[in-house]
């Protein structure tokens, strides 16, 4: 639809590059998608994106000018060195990922995302270009394209749009995908004969991982890469989400210190301690065949999709504490109950039998309470001694 040239900016005195529109009788159809392409490239602003300078007309030709990327497409990159390298690979994915997440936050989707439109500057920066087909996903009258009509690359097209739909930016984050997985690997993940068989493989069938075709990748990336891939929109990650994985490194898939507690456990009585601070959240288990786990002492970050979530790994010895100690603390009330309740059992039980139980004692013994009267002086004189010595009657 258009031609690039390398102009100079002759007020600011900078090289640029100026992309003219073909023919002088261009239908209505690419006029409008190239000032579409000006007006949308206008609204972005990121360093992983292609600056636009300018915008007109000259002799009824519309004209952009650009930021000029001294450097080489990914495509021109498979060329000259066939795969990349999982450390290299990461890098461009996390700054192309960024870029993406910029237009997206703007409504923009790319939607012709392919090694050929991924630049790498003079120190290897990605720069995202040629926005000359993409759509503002929130006004459908901009999409210029007749129903059923598919814009694109079958190599990168997500399978949705394969099958006639609009354009998401769940599209643009399925053709990256695509991208890196030739990065790694050196071709797609789908190529057959014809264009219609390669979109029918886009919907149908599942890619393979990278390691199962010889790839030194680690696990968490291969993991990672498949949910690029996935053929549902909503089962991918946000561009957001992937520049942020890529970033931090979490693509390696190493063990990480466990969060700490925000503060000590208090002890509670008998030594159990109480759960004085809220359990820590714990970032989700490695991919099959990633590094083993240890329980109480690691963990990894991994794979965030934006669609699902992999389930939350079992919690360390710590937690496991904190959970007894709590069992601990709900068990204690009932056993009181208990056990006061036996104690007030029985003191009713002797009660009863002290006020109601008959008296089985001979007629003739006197009650030894003291209200029993007997008859006899209260206080008697001592017995009268037989015998005995003075000394013993004054003792007495």
């Excluded at 063990?255 to 000590?264: A, D, N």
Aim: a negative charge; glycine letters at 10%; proline letters at 10%.
């Amino acid at each position: 639809m258009g031609e690039v040239w390398r102009a100079e900016d002759e007020v600011l005195g900078r090289a640029v590059a100026v992309k003219l529109l073909l023919g002088d009788h261009a239908d209505e159809s690419a006029t409008a998608r190239f000032r579409l392409e000006a007006q949308t490239a206008a609204r972005l602003s990121h360093p992983h994106l292609v600056a636009v300078f300018d915008f007109g007309a000259w002799e009824g030709r519309f004209f952009l000018v650009m930021e000029l990327v001294e450097g080489i497409s990914l495509g021109g990159l498979l060329t000259a060195e066939e795969r990349l390298g999982a450390e290299r690979v990461a890098r461009i994915a996390g700054q192309a990922a960024a870029g993406l997440a910029a237009a997206h936050r703007q409504g923009i989707v790319h939607r012709d995302i392919k090694p050929g439109n991924l630049m790498l500057d003079a120190e290897g920066s990605v720069k995202i270009g040629d926005f000359g087909i993409a759509q503002f996903v929130d006004d459908p009258s901009a999409a210029l394209t007749t129903t059923g009509q598919i814009v694109g690359t079958s190599l990168y097209l997500a399978p949705e749009r394969a099958l006639g739909r609009t354009a998401e930016a769940a599209s643009d984050m399925y053709s990256l995908g695509c991208v890196i997985y030739q990065l790694l690997l050196g071709d797609p993940p789908f190529r057959s004969d014809t264009a219609t068989a390669t979109l029918y493989q886009h919907v149908d069938t599942a890619p393979v991982p990278l390691r199962q075709r010889g790839v030194d990748v680690p696990p968490a990336f291969d993991s990672y890469l498949l949910g690029l891939l996935a053929k549902q929109p909503e089962d991918r990650p946000t561009a957001q989400q992937v520049a942020d994985w890529f970033q931090s490194d979490a693509w390696r898939g190493r063990p990480e210190p466990m969060p700490l507690y925000g503060t000590p456990p208090t002890a509670a009585p008998g030594g159990v301690p109480y759960a004085s601070a809220p359990a820590p959240r714990f970032d989700p288990a490695p991919a099959t065949g990633g590094a083993p786990e240890v329980p109480g002492q690691t963990t990894y970050r991994l794979p965030q999709t934006g669609g699902h979530r992999r389930r939350q790994p079992a919690p360390p010895a710590p937690a496991l504490r904190l959970t007894t100690a709590r069992a601990a603390i709900r068990r204690r009330p009932r056993v009181a109950s208990a056990i006061a309740g036996t104690v007030a059992f029985i003191a009713a039980v002797y009660l009863g039998m002290s006020l109601f139980a008959p008296d089985s004692g001979p007629a003739d013994t006197p009650d030894s309470g003291p209200t029993a009267n007997t008859g006899a002086p209260e206080n008697p004189a001592p017995p009268a001694r037989d015998g005995g010595d003075d000394e013993g009657d004054e003792q007495d």
